[in-house]
């Protein structure tokens, strides 16, 4: 399919790229208007000064599986609950640079027909739903440049995991940025400019599904689908204080999707949900699941979702630190609100030392199987369209120091040494036993080093991109705060290595007051239905629902 | 670890090898006596003449349930079990070049050993199993080559599959050939030569698991453990009349085994269970499957084994031919009699149209995928130690038309065209809705294009391999024997292609009389209960219990 887009510079190609985005956002009826002539820092406060009391009730005052229950009653009609996504999309795109279009049309076409039918059908029935953008779906006007110059206005097909929420009545209606080559922890192209947090403009809302965070954290949207192949679901999640899933590979389809380095099989990405409720992620799973996708794409792992259950307390382990950078003090903090919670509620808590199981070692493993081309493919389609090669992009691939193009026998050591990794941190969850003859349920973790950082300083994956190594699965929830009161730098700290003299440096509580710090929870793999079970009871120890 | 054997060689070390497998085998005792001077075609009737009737009692008379339950209940003693199985063992190794090693003295150190426990413990309690070469298995003397004279003499470490028998109460007590590179569908290597098969010693018992099979078909073992990339379990065992199951990948552990490639992710091999009776692959699954391997070798997939129940009569498709090579006369009989018992016990059967889905394409794939490195690797182990390169190597190698030495691109290309080629399948599964609104449950088709060939002449893999680049389970059992009466050849065929050509013009009654032809029940990726459960419903539709 070739592109739609008539021109061929990049600078033409991103410009008619923005030009139909804002075409899409300037179709939002009624216009916003309320907003001040400078924007705050913090965008928290400006839907009371935008939207309709309605507009915010319904954006606001519904749990997931309320405002499910609303749309079946038809207690809410779903076209009032798309306008009011609509219009709060809209607004939290003019404080974040959060879309890439808003699908205006489309979504109020769709909530009409769902209004008309006779019953209400389908489990995710009116449901607004916000999409990464390089998911693509499928539709007549659907584009998708995943983020590369070289592929602006190029036609979408069908995306099997949005194929699915479509058949149980969503609505889609609106569409996410994401950073250049989409290997960025931040949200950032040349094509799109920059997304900003939507509680500190100065930060980033993480990435590479900062977009979906950007929206999320404004409640422009209630679901939405991010992938992760590296922390691109959980650090933006984090960053905002809302909750994200990353399962274990290959249980949600990929097929339809377009990214870059397809049909590298070292280490998969995977789409999972980003939500401002828990309830969103099991959702999410269970419809997602429950369409059997292996009968369409033979990759997935053919297993039902099936809800665990705990019939004891959890035993729960904290990474206190993962052995090469030290957390900021107020993710310090939150581990020790919650283990203290843990404990409180009777569960069993002990450490998870990760200095054995060496966590730098798998960085350069990863980073290496990241790119087995040595970063050709996605380098070539970058620099031959004259799109600029942006300093995340450059540091992800040229400043790694094990990234090179591999020979197929080189390729393949690289393979058994994560093999070998893999196992070695299996042991470590075997040897949890050896105190009480109980292995470790969990992993409590930071999701990142510490709140979202400032534009251009994401420089550290490890706290995420272990658990892509891994194959983990695992879920961010938001605990706490920065306070600068509570949370003072630690001026006696030596830090350990240059990472962690990098990260160090980085703190000082005034520049993240009040982001959001929020925590992760790691299952082993393919136990996905046991950490968001974990979370569950997590949640509940810390006095949540 | 290196090598045990003093010599550097390939000539040298591969002598020692067969002294010490020589040594081991004339350990046997009583001494084997009875056997003629001239060893006739077939070696089927030679056990009554060698053994004694205790020992063809214990050897033919039980299933391996009622085995099972002789041992539990002590009705037998583990040592006679054992030391019955040596012997018949002996034998088929003198008759047909099966085993590399006899473990006379740890079978019957182990079998004393289980006989003085107090209470039989384990769900494999005193079961002899037959082992493939190249998996190894703990032991102070066990060394491992997987037949490249490079590897002769050295050390072999644990084996996660071995050791969850072990823990089971088995006894391993012989280890059985394969060939050079373990990637022929025959088994001969030039370290300890030509495995024939028990039927009829002219003919292979396929490979790469045929020392199995060869022991197996003479009942030498009842349960042995093969492997299968591309029919080395399926090929064998239809060869001799026994059954074999090939699971999908990553539901057995492979932790531990040698091999050639290791690291190379693009087609995975399986382990999996030979067996003379078809409850021994339920129970190998089951046993295997519910140690919960993911435990130590976190790649294993994360799913209990369930068994299958169906609730209504299966819908079985057949496939007469794969479109590219016509079966023999006796297979195309096999698939006659198995359809029509399967339709008058109340089964849908329908045809399975494989033309349009290119299995000559699906080869051309999968062979490159075999060896994106071009084969180097494993041309470098058997030229740099001066073994000589054997024909069925070249030509799994030299001579397939697609294999080369991939950049990371190419591969990644490949891998791309095996996920779409899958998604094809997939789709003529869905296909198979469309008349009656049901999916074919399970294809029934031949594991081979005929009964076992002649030495050198296993020059075609499309009808097992086929399934090892779907990733689908299939299992194959016995059905009939080649009948000159009923078999006559088609003179009147005219061959589509060279391939067919080949097949066509190997066929000539005679030359197979009375060898076994056996089918293969083939079901969708990690449906692998589903597969054993259509298996019992077939074998009752054919009259069995």
Redesign the interface.
């Known amino acids: 399919m070739t592109s739609i887009c008539p021109y061929t510079s990049f600078e033409d190609k991103a410009n008619w790229a923005r030009a139909k985005r804002d075409a899409s956002v300037a179709k939002v009826e009624p216009k916003l208007e309320g907003l001040p002539a400078e924007l705050p820092l913090s965008s928290q406060d400006l839907p009371k000064a935008v939207l309709t009391s309605k507009e915010i009730e319904i954006t606001e005052k519904y749990t997931i599986t309320e405002l499910l229950s609303a749309l079946k009653e038809r207690a809410l009609s779903v076209e009032e609950v798309t306008r009011a996504f609509l219009r709060r999309a809209a607004l939290a795109h003019v404080t974040t640079n959060c879309l890439i279009e808003l699908m205006w049309d489309e979504a109020i076409g769709r909530a009409k027909h769902l209004d008309s039918l006779p019953e209400p059908k389908g489990a995710l029935f009116g449901l607004p739903i916000s999409a990464k953008e390089h998911q693509g779906m499928v539709g007549p006007n659907v584009t998708t440049s995943a983020s590369f110059g070289a592929w602006i206005g190029k036609p979408h097909g069908s995306n099997l995991l949005y194929d699915t929420f479509w058949e149980e009545g969503c609505v889609f209606y609106a569409r996410t940025t994401q950073p250049q080559a989409i290997m960025h922890l931040e949200t950032e192209s040349p094509i799109y400019g920059r997304t900003t947090n939507p509680y500190n403009r100065d930060l980033t809302p993480g990435g590479s599904s900062g977009g979906e965070s950007a929206l999320l954290g404004l409640r422009g949207s209630i679901l939405g689908v991010g992938s992760d192949i590296g922390g691109s679901i959980r650090c933006p999640a984090a960053h905002v204080g809302v909750y994200g899933f990353k399962p274990s590979a290959k249980r949600i389809a990929t097929?339809g999707l377009r990214a870059a380095?397809?049909?590298?099989?070292?280490i998969p990405g995977c789409p999972g949900p980003m939500a401002v409720d828990r309830d969103a992620l099991e959702l999410f799973m269970k419809v997602a699941v429950g369409a059997e996708p292996?009968?369409?794409?033979?990759?997935i792992?053919?297993?039902e979702w099936i809800p665990h259950k705990f019939t004891q307390p959890l035993k729960v382990a904290i990474q206190w630190w993962d052995g090469v950078v030290q957390p900021h003090p107020p993710m310090t903090r939150a581990l020790r609100e919650v283990a203290d919670a843990c404990r409180k509620s009777g569960m069993t808590v002990v450490d998870w030392d990760c200095e054995p199981l060496d966590h730098k070692g798998a960085w350069d493993l990863l980073s290496a199987l990241y790119w087995?081309?040595g970063g050709?493919?996605v380098l070539s389609l970058i620099e031959d369209d004259g799109e600029p090669l942006m300093d995340l992009t450059k540091w992800i691939i040229l400043e790694q120091p094990t990234v090179k193009?591999?020979?197929?026998?080189e390729?393949?050591?690289?393979?058994?040494q994560r093999?070998e990794y893999?196992?070695r941190?299996?042991?470590a969850?075997?040897d949890s036993r050896n105190a009480d003859g109980k292995e470790v349920d969990v992993i409590i973790c930071p999701p990142y080093f510490g709140a979202a950082s400032t534009h251009g300083n994401s420089r550290y994956w490890g706290y995420t991109a272990q658990w892509n190594l891994?194959?983990y699965p695992s879920a961010v929830f938001p605990v706490t705060t920065v306070d600068a009161a509570k949370d003072p730098k630690d001026a006696t700290y030596t830090p350990k290595n240059d990472q962690d003299k990098f990260v160090y440096d980085l703190y000082d509580p005034e520049t993240y007051q009040d982001a959001p710090i929020s925590l992760q929870v790691v299952g082993?793999?393919?136990?996905d239905e046991k950490v968001l079970a974990a979370l569950v009871e997590i949640e509940r120890a810390m006095g949540r629902k």
Chains 1, 2 share one sequence.
Request: proline share 4%.
């Open positions: 097929t380095n397809g049909g590298r099989e070292t292996w009968n369409i794409d033979p990759s792992t053919v297993k087995p081309d050709k493919e193009e591999l020979t197929q026998h390729l393949w050591k690289l393979c058994c093999d893999r196992a941190y299996a042991k969850w075997r891994l194959d082993k793999r393919q136990h």
